[in-house]
């Protein structure tokens, strides 16, 4: 498999790659061997590839595994996606949106997602508690789940994520062993799940919502950035909100400069 083969799918199928969907073909295909491995795949496991596109990676994971379910959001691509995997018992094609598709039971993800879905992904990911997932994603987008406090990429994902997983930065993927080529690079990130979170939480629902919330004012002192979110999400008058936040535990630092566990300390004080 190669760029000459995508080429001619694309030719003989008249599909023009949509950039709105992320759509950048994977040629390299010695790095699916590497994406199983990641993910310690064993024949009792059923495996989610979501925007399975043509699907070769799908059908090298069908040998790996119990069973594929391979999600394509374009319908144009679900035709050729089902074509391609004919023959295949162990693979159910599901076209639809991953996010808002049921899908069957499974344990592990290993994909190759468009970049547009990676933050919306990562979070459907902490709600489903999978065994492991191994992806290959944007650079950039990988570095800001693995940031440490205080740096620039710090935000709430990487806060809410690795509250949660493990997540590892593996093998570099530069962009020109993909077609079309992007303008970014990627690399493979595994996530998989601790036995406890970092820490606890009264509230997991709160804690999500408010360090959301203070990352989108991540320059304001936490009292100040604070008020809004206890009038909008807790429904408090103004006075009662600035109350409240005048009384909140780091109020003079910043969203940017607290660790992981202070987000933690702080939901506990505020949500209580």
């Known amino acids: 498999m190669g760029s000459d083969e995508i080429k001619?799918?694309?030719?003989?199928?008249?599909?023009?790659?949509?950039?709105?969907?992320?759509?950048?073909?994977?040629?390299?295909e010695s790095l699916y061997s590497k994406l199983c491995e990641y993910a310690m795949l064993s024949k009792d496991d059923v495996v989610v590839d979501v925007g399975a596109g043509f699907g070769f990676l799908?059908?090298?994971l069908a040998k790996k595994c119990k069973a594929v379910i391979a999600v394509e959001k374009d319908s144009r691509l679900a035709v050729v996606l089902r074509e391609q995997v004919k023959g295949y018992e162990n693979i159910t094609v599901v076209e639809g949106d991953i996010?808002?598709?049921?899908?069957?039971?499974?344990?592990?993800?290993?994909?190759?997602p468009p970049y547009y879905l990676s933050s919306r992904l990562i979070s459907w990911l902490l709600e489903l508690k999978t065994k492991c997932s191994v992806l290959i994603l944007q650079r950039e987008f990988a570095d800001k789940l693995v940031a440490a406090a205080g740096s620039e990429n710090y935000g709430w994902l990487a806060v809410v994520a690795s509250r949660e997983m493990n997540v590892e930065l593996l093998d570099a993927v530069p962009n020109f062993l993909f077609y079309p080529q992007p303008e970014v690079?990627?690399?493979?990130?595994?996530?998989?799940?601790?036995?406890?979170?970092?820490?606890?939480?009264?509230?997991?629902v709160f804690f999500k919502q408010m360090v959301r919330w203070l990352f989108t004012k991540r320059n304001k002192k936490i009292r100040t950035a604070l008020a809004p979110f206890l009038r909008t999400i807790c429904r408090l008058?103004?006075?009662?909100?600035?109350?409240?936040?005048?009384?909140?535990?780091?109020?003079?630092?910043?969203?940017?400069?607290?660790?992981?566990?202070?987000?933690?300390?702080?939901?506990d004080a505020i949500g209580s």
């Open 237 to 267: 008058n103004k006075q009662e909100a600035k109350d409240r936040a005048s009384k909140a535990p780091f109020g003079d630092k910043r969203a940017r400069e607290l660790y992981q566990r202070e987000f933690g300390d702080l939901t």
């Open 185 to 204: 690079d990627s690399v493979v990130v595994r996530l998989t799940y601790k036995t406890e979170p970092m820490f606890k939480v009264k509230n997991e």
């Open 99 to 112: 996010l808002g598709t049921k899908l069957p039971e499974f344990d592990k993800v290993v994909a190759i």
């Open 58 to 60: 799908t059908r090298f």
């Open 8 to 28: 001619q799918l694309l030719r003989n199928f008249r599909i023009v790659p949509n950039k709105l969907l992320g759509q950048n073909f994977l040629v390299e």
